[in-house]
Each structure stands twice: as C-alpha cells, then as structure tokens.
T-cell receptor
C-alpha cells in the first residue's frame, strides 16, 4: 500500500472510449505528476503540477488531458487513445518539485 | 542536455553486498535519488543525497560525489526480495519549484540463492 492512491488499478478501453484516471494524496504535497511507463523502461514524465498549476507538459498528445481540481487530487482524462498508449500510468507527489517523489501503484491501461 | 548512466544488469548471491553506480550529466543539480521497482509494481523511493557523502538506511546506503557527478547505491546482506530494478534519478530545473526528475535507464538486480 502507498500513500498515493490511484484508481482504477486496471483499465481496458477501446479507442473511441473516454475514461479518467484518478490520483489522490493526503500528505500535503504541493507537486503532483503523471508518468507513463512501458515494460523494462524508466518512468517517462508526462505532466507536472506545482501548487495546482500545470508547470510542465512534456509535449503529450492532446488525447491526454490532465486536471488538478485541488491540492490533493489529480486526474488524467483519456479520449481516443491509440494501442501504443497501453502502459502503466503512474501518479506521484512530492513536497516540492525538487524533492523525492512518492508513487502510487499505477493504473495498468490496455487499449484495444 | 542531461543524461544518467547506470549498469543495465547486476547479479549477486544472497547475503552478498552489491554496489550500483550512477554517473550523471545535468545542469541545475539538486540531488540524486534512488528508486526500487519490483516487476509489476510501482517505483518506491529509497534514498536521496543532496550533499556529498554517505546516507544509510538499514541495509541500503547511498553515496554522492558532486565534484565527480557520481553516486552509488549499496545494498548489503542481500535478500531474494531485493531482486528488482533500481533507478537513479536527478532533478533538473531552474529552481526548486520548477523542473522535473530525470531517470536513468535502470539496473536490474538479480539475487541468486
């Protein structure tokens, strides 16, 4: 169990579906992140939120849309994904961007 | 640019000591972190060195030399459960409130009986 909670743990969706990944932390961290990870590879940064504002978008396709409703919650909205988007999606948080990050267990996403 | 180099694989036996090295090139260095990830699991934070020297946490220790742009993770009294991937990571950014974590490619540690 981790202090960063992600739901769902597994998600299978078609290319025309719309779904959302959710992430929650109650550690008072002010930086939150979305990563994508393929097998045998390091996590690949997608987005960084610092104090609830988007500070980094790593040129992620617009079919991925992040949202930070408040300091504890982070969402990733998915629409019209491609099969190559199948991966483990990790949420993380830290007290500040330059501090160690705590990861959630991830959502394993499969696109049919 | 920035880059991190670490060995791709390391094998050791139970009870042994293993050292995983990491060299880095980056600007705006704020510290070196280590993460462990078991197959099918999420990365878990192990240690963080912002200053030169050795940090010890139980069986794990981490070392940093900023002048050499080098660090290592030392695992002692290896156990089978230590078989996992280990990532070094550095923070790249213009300030403590902006920037991102850059991960190495990871070292797969296999512990044998």
């Amino acid at each position: 169990d981790t202090e960063v909670t992600q739901t769902p743990k597994h998600l299978v969706m078609g290319m025309t579906n719309k779904k959302s990944l959710k992430c929650e932390q109650h550690m008072g961290h002010r930086a939150m992140y979305w990563y994508k990870q393929k097998a045998k590879k390091p996590p690949e940064l997608m987005f960084v939120y610092s104090y609830e504002k988007l500070s980094i978008n790593e040129s992620v396709p617009s079919r991925f849309s992040p949202e930070c409703p408040n300091s504890s919650l982070l969402n990733l909205h998915l629409h019209a994904l491609q099969p190559e988007d199948s991966a483990l999606y990790l949420c993380a948080s830290s007290t500040r961007p330059n501090q160690p990050q705590h990861f959630g267990d991830g959502t394993r996403l499969s696109i049919l | 640019g920035q880059s991190l180099e670490q060995p791709s694989e390391v094998t050791a036996v139970e009870g042994a000591i293993v050292q995983i090295n990491c060299t880095y090139q980056t600007s705006g260095f704020y510290g070196l972190s280590w993460y462990q990830q078991h197959d099918g699991g999420a990365p878990t934070f192990l240690s963080y060195n912002a200053l030169d020297g050795l940090e010890e946490t139980g069986r794990f220790s981490s070392f940093l030399s900023r002048s050499d742009s080098y660090g290592y993770l030392l695992l002692q009294e290896l156990q089978m459960k230590d078989s996992a991937s280990y990532f070094c990571a550095v923070f790249k950014g213009g300030s403590s409130n902006t920037g991102k974590l850059i991960f190495g490619q990871g070292t797969t540690l296999q512990v044998k009986p």
